[in-house]
């Protein structure tokens, strides 16, 4: 789960998880690679600073992977 805010500046970054993610998914699929660049992505989402970069950078999703272990 990603956090609702920023853990430094405290600006809302959780509204832009689902839109950073499709448009990273829809990228790869289009470059057929895992390494791509995401500053693009992160700019027309009006993620500036680097904290809250770092914050979308950085998370790993694992509800997925715990869910298993009920």
Known sequence: ???????????VISSVWDEYKRRVEERKKELG??????GDILDELGIERYCCRRM??????????LAKYQ
């Open 1 to 11: 789960m990603i956090p609702v805010r920023c853990f430094t500046c405290g600006k």
């Open 33 to 38: 690679t895992d390494e791509i660049e995401v």
């Open 56 to 65: 979308l950078l950085s998370h790993v999703e694992l509800v997925d992977a």
